[in-house]
């Protein structure tokens, strides 16, 4: 009997199986505040770009390994506007077939078995499977609400086996924004103890104050560091598949190599339409703000009338809150929730073992939905 590789057992079992099947249970009629997908169209002109893009045949061959040159000089234009930050668009920007696909390559490409790489927890899961895969050691770095979310720098120890720290600004699950001083601080760190350096950027433009920074700006970072981008939640382009990778040489090098061997990159049509997206920046931002603020102001002031007190989230277009009933995990007050209202919203421990006590409600749902949602829970709270 042929067995599939040892490797794939060490990938934690599927946890949402459960409330899956209790959704499918519960039927129609289910408000879903689980999925961080949006929900809104991707602008015309970027669909009219792309319709051009695949009907020029230049755009039908294979694309070029690490992206177009000329969209890599529009992100670098685009970087330096928006971070302050100057790349070389030759040899520290590398596109991708949506960051998630960068970020697992990259571990791949950084990560030996026995290695440790530290990653926040709770987080997105793809970095601590991704260095379970690569042969690696995650080691867990909790995220407290007392620290507003931030990875505790000093506290974390690293040997000589810690090859990467991963950090998530703005970040997800817990919404939390950084500032550039914790960026200098990580890119410290990770310089003394000689180990890589990386920030997954991709809520960048989703804010609602302050503007995220970016950690190619803190003193250094060019030595050590590389930032993940993602035209999918800014432009609402999750189906499209494009993000981009930037920053140290070596490291871009080393994903590119892995890359080389493995995908031929992104249809060269849709990096055409993602120049146009670039170009429209400055019009979509401050749409999509808008659009995730109301949304947030509606979810935060129904629950707050509920006695559910939530903080506002700084960025990113989720709401991290910490279950209103003590003494149940965060997988048991999802399910009840969801097989007695219909509202589903995500269990904190999904993330990992600090979510717990924590749901996130993903704001990529319509006000009208969200408003309902409250009023179903305030029957049941
Ligand atoms: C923190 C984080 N990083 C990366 C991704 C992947 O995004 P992309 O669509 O660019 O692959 C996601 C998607 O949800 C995410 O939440």
């Not at 890599?72 to 234009?77: G, T, Y």
């Not at 950690?215 to 030595?223: C, E």
């Not at 989720?318 to 003494?327: E, L, M």
């Given at each position: 009997m042929r067995e599939h590789a040892r490797r794939l057992d060490l990938l934690p079992p599927y946890l949402f199986a459960e409330l899956d099947a209790a959704k499918a249970e519960y039927g129609e009629g289910v408000i879903d505040f689980g999925v961080g997908d949006p929900d809104q169209p991707t602008h015309p002109e970027i669909v009219n770009a792309l319709t051009m893009a695949v009907g020029d045949h230049n755009t039908h061959r294979y694309p070029d390994y690490c992206?177009?040159?000329?969209?890599?000089?529009?992100?670098?234009?685009?970087?330096?506007?928006?971070?302050?930050?100057?790349?070389?668009?030759?040899?520290?920007?590398?596109?991708?077939?949506?960051?998630?696909?960068g970020i697992s390559h990259l571990i791949w490409a950084l990560v030996d078995p026995g290695d440790e790489a530290i990653y926040p927890d709770p987080s997105y899961p793809v970095y601590r499977n991704q260095i379970l895969l690569a042969g690696g050691n995650p080691i867990p770095a909790p995220l407290f609400a007392d620290n507003h979310f931030l990875m505790d720098i000093p506290r974390l120890r690293a040997t000589s086996k810690t090859k990467l720290l991963i950090l998530n600004y703005p970040s997800n699950p817990t919404a939390a924004l950084t500032e550039q001083i914790h960026f200098s601080e990580a890119v410290q760190f990770a310089r003394s103890h000689n180990m890589w350096l990386v920030n997954?950027?991709?809520?960048?433009?989703?804010?609602?104050?302050?503007?995220?920074?970016?950690?190619?700006?803190?003193?250094?970072?060019?030595?050590c560091a590389v930032e993940f981008g993602s035209f999918s939640k800014t432009f609402n382009m999750t189906g499209w598949r494009l993000g981009f990778a930037v920053g140290n040489e070596r490291m871009i090098a080393a994903l590119k190599k892995i890359k080389q061997n493995t995908d031929s990159g992104p249809f060269t049509a849709i990096q055409r339409?993602?120049?146009?997206?670039?170009?429209?920046?400055?019009?979509?931002?401050?749409?999509?703000?808008?659009?995730?603020?109301?949304?947030?102001?509606?979810?935060?002031?129904?629950?707050?009338?509920?006695?559910?007190?939530?903080?506002?989230?700084?960025?990113?277009?989720?709401?991290?809150?910490?279950?209103?009933?003590?003494?149940?995990?965060?997988?048991?007050?999802?399910?009840?929730?969801?097989?007695?209202?219909g509202v589903l919203a995500t269990p904190g421990v999904g993330f990992g073992e600090a979510g717990e006590g924590y749901l996130r409600f993903s704001l990529t749902i319509d006000r009208t939905l969200i408003e309902e949602a409250i009023g179903r829970l305030e029957k049941w709270l």
């Open positions: 992206g177009t040159l000329t969209l890599r000089r529009d992100i670098a234009r685009w970087y330096k506007r928006r971070f302050g930050v100057e790349l070389d668009p030759e040899r520290e920007i590398c596109i991708l077939i949506g960051s998630k696909e997954d950027n991709c809520y960048s433009e989703i804010y609602f104050d302050e503007k995220p920074p970016s950690i190619l700006s803190a003193p250094g970072a060019r030595d339409a993602a120049q146009t997206a670039l170009e429209l920046a400055d019009e979509i931002g401050p749409q999509i703000r808008k659009l995730y603020k109301s949304r947030r102001g509606a979810l935060l002031a129904g629950l707050n009338r509920l006695g559910w007190v939530v903080p506002a989230p700084k960025a990113t277009f989720y709401v991290w809150a910490r279950i209103p009933r003590q003494g149940q995990t965060s997988m048991g007050f999802s399910k009840r929730m969801l097989a007695e209202t």
